[in-house]
């Protein structure tokens, strides 16, 4: 007898979740607040989210509740007008094009092989999580050049954050592509993007390589930063975080009164094997967590609509402030003035350390990649205290003469 699949209240009362029960979890999670997609469009119609009143608000907010209470009926959805639906009728064609050419190559050698058939089955599970995402359109008539641009973007960000290859994100976006082609050119369902028609536009400008920022560029852009973007700044240089890691931050993780998170960064989320590491805060992030910190809710900072400070392809206030201090540092675009190169140079600075060498991956919340890795701090183990020293060790090479 094949066994239940688990219900969204029994996933969520599990401390402890496997990398696929997590992945369900969020699955089960986006198909109960797809749900308020169509009252969305009666409360506050083409309103942009950050200009709701407080009354579409508290409705919107109950409308979720609802939601995620499994109180809410499903909704019909048009797969004639959704992207979701269109992708799958796209790669159930491309399938039949597959087979035929399996039949008769020479008769269809110009139909798509079954192996790229597959290629692009592969890819559109990740078209389908961005469209499933919050703030995006899972409508056709809202691809444009803007709706593509933003779906590039995202696909910029994946690799930027080590969860793509570049090469894996340009065959996503050529798959993206065809896709949106066949919709406009061969069902011409809606009009062709011009950005399509720009020569060079699937040019992802990324450089994935790290550039580790330099202490003297830091000091730099901590001096000119106002309070919130040295927050943003200090928690980078004090924990090794990303935007997005700021942006999911909850109240739970923090110690209020010990001045402590312990967290698992957000992209190692559903791995059984990264490490959910406890750090010390400086007393100069601490005492600015205090100040623009939320101690209930979802997330301790946020926008001030309330909105989280990263979405992905979408925005990153995060970014936008960091950057806005580099350039009131005097610094332009570019290696070693990027807001994430702050936690490269964490590493740096830990692995040229003759004291402090090998702590580098523990600190970054990567995966242990050897035998001594796992065994830095444990349930049991005798480390934190050594980690603890590393972390504020940081603070004297970051914020010294500052």
Request: hydrophobic share 35%; net charge positive; glycine share 6%.
């Amino acid at each position: 007898m094949k066994k239940a699949e688990p219900t969204l209240e029994e996933l969520l009362r599990k401390r402890e979740r496997t990398k696929e029960e997590t992945r369900k979890l969020n699955e089960l999670g986006l198909e109960r607040i797809a749900k308020v997609r169509p009252i969305s469009k009666l409360v506050i119609g083409d309103t942009d989210v950050t200009d709701l009143n407080p009354h579409q608000v508290r409705l919107m907010g109950e409308a979720i509740h609802l939601a995620l209470n499994n109180q809410l009926p499903t909704p019909e959805v048009d797969d004639e007008k959704s992207i979701s639906g269109q992708l799958d009728k796209w790669l159930s064609h491309r399938q039949r094009l597959g087979k035929l050419k399996a039949k008769n190559p020479e008769k269809h050698k110009d139909f798509p092989s079954l192996a790229t058939y597959g290629q692009n089955e592969a890819h559109s599970k990740t078209i389908k999580d961005y469209v499933a995402s919050e703030d995006v359109a899972d409508n056709i008539e809202a691809i444009s050049s803007a709706y593509v641009a933003d779906f590039r973007d995202f696909l910029i960000d994946k690799v930027e954050d080590e969860e793509l290859v570049p090469k894996s994100a340009l065959n996503i976006l050529s798959t993206f592509s065809l896709f949106v082609d066949w919709m406009a050119l061969e069902r011409e369902l809606i009009p062709r993007p011009n950005l399509m028609s720009k020569r060079g536009w699937k040019k992802l400008s990324f450089d994935p390589q790290p550039y580790p920022m330099t202490v003297a560029t830091f000091r730099a852009v901590y001096e000119k930063a106002d309070e919130l973007a040295r927050l943003y700044i200090l928690l980078m240089a004090n924990c090794g975080y990303t935007n997005k890691d700021i942006s999911d931050i909850t109240p739970q993780q923090v110690n209020w009164t010990k001045g402590r998170i312990k967290r698992k960064r957000s992209r190692a989320i559903g791995y059984s094997n990264a490490p959910i590491v406890d750090r010390p805060l400086w007393p100069e992030t601490f005492k600015l967590l205090k100040k623009f910190g939320k101690k209930d809710g979802e997330r301790v900072l946020t926008s001030e609509t309330g909105a989280a400070l990263v979405t992905a392809g979408r925005k990153d206030l995060v970014a936008e402030k960091v950057k806005d201090a580099i350039v009131e540092a005097g610094f332009k675009s570019g290696p070693h003035y990027r807001p994430k190169d702050i936690r490269s140079g964490c590493a740096t600075l830990i692995d040229a350390s003759k004291r402090h060498d090998g702590w580098e991956t523990y600190f970054l919340g990567q995966s242990p990649t050897s035998v001594a890795d796992r065994h830095y701090v444990g349930e049991n183990g005798d480390k934190q205290e050594q980690f603890d020293e590393v972390t504020m060790w940081l603070r004297t090479q970051w914020l010294k003469d500052v």
